[in-house]
């Protein structure tokens, strides 16, 4: 079992930044990638960001430039710094956690909620 714990999300307006972070816990030794997801009232939730236990990093189109994934093994902790903020980034942000053993299963956080004034 793998527990995640989310936090610093909040409210900022337009152009400003936060950072998110999301703690695991548990059996980390068998987390591959780590990553952050979004969903937005109404939508679906969407991929924003992933890392791997190498370093390399994905985002997604909308966020290329203004995110950025990072993690740090020994805090067991991945973070998003988020730049530039967005209305349209306005979501609950959820953690997510891959594992190598059982292969692929996937973890969630609870979410932090991030709202960008305009």
């Known amino acids: 079992q793998v527990q995640l714990v989310e936090s610093g999300g909040g409210l900022v307006q337009a152009g400003g930044s936060l950072r998110l972070s999301c703690a695991a816990s548990g059996s980390i030794f068998s987390i591959n990638a780590m990553g952050w997801h979004r969903q937005a009232p109404g939508k679906q939730r969407e991929l924003v960001a992933t890392?791997?236990?190498?370093?390399?990093?994905h985002y997604a189109e909308s966020v290329t430039g203004r995110f950025t994934i990072s993690r740090d093994n020994a805090k067991n902790t991945v973070y998003l710094r988020m730049n530039r903020l967005k209305a349209e980034d306005t979501a609950v942000y959820y953690c997510?956690?891959?594992?190598?053993?059982?292969?692929?299963?996937?973890?969630w956080g609870q979410g932090t909620q991030v709202t960008v004034s305009s």
């Open positions: 890392i791997t236990s190498g370093g390399t990093t």
């Open positions: 997510q956690a891959i594992t190598i053993s059982p292969p692929g299963y996937r973890y």
